[in-house]
């Protein structure tokens, strides 16, 4: 499994245990619109994350194969 893939991994299931615990349906008057609009957010941050460790990862092959 390639390093992008566990770290996307890891990202992915550390985004849903912080949201489970940050639930906001127990407070008396819950910010549901900010809740999932922070998670949106992260996301993004990880997608693009992701897609640049791909690139760098397609760049280094790329200089090591061409001296």
Request: glycine residues 4%; hydrophobic residues 50%.
């Amino acid at each position: 499994m390639k390093k992008a893939n566990i770290i996307s991994v890891l990202l992915l299931a550390y985004l849903i245990v912080m949201s489970i615990i940050g639930w906001p349906g127990r407070k008396p008057d819950p910010d549901y619109v900010q809740y999932f609009v922070i998670i949106g957010i992260s996301l993004v941050a990880i997608i693009l994350l992701r897609l640049l460790q791909i690139r760098r990862t397609r760049w280094r092959e790329k200089q090591k194969n061409n001296p």
